[in-house]
């Protein structure tokens, strides 16, 4: 997930572990971005689909 620029605070979330530093812990709202980092995702995969869709048309 790294390797998708997703943040390593999201990716130790979804994974679960728990944060060590005091700040992500108490202060992160870490499901807010995971759900914003998945939703960016999402729509970068889903303009993806209709690119490769489209390539596949026009060959």
């Known amino acids: ?3 998708l620029d997703i943040p390593s605070q999201v990716v130790d979330f979804i ?3 728990t944060p060590d530093s005091i700040l992500s812990r ?3 709202d870490l499901l807010t971005l995971a ?3 998945i939703q960016s995702m ?3 995969l889903r303009q993806l ?3 490769s869709f ?3 048309i026009l060959s």
Do not use: A, D, V
Request: aromatic share 10%.
């Open 1 to 3: 997930m790294l390797s």
């Open 15 to 17: 994974e679960g572990r």
């Open 26 to 28: 108490h202060y992160l």
């Open 35 to 37: 759900k914003n980092t």
């Open 42 to 44: 999402l729509i970068g």
């Open 49 to 51: 689909c209709n690119l």
């Open 54 to 56: 489209y390539l596949s």
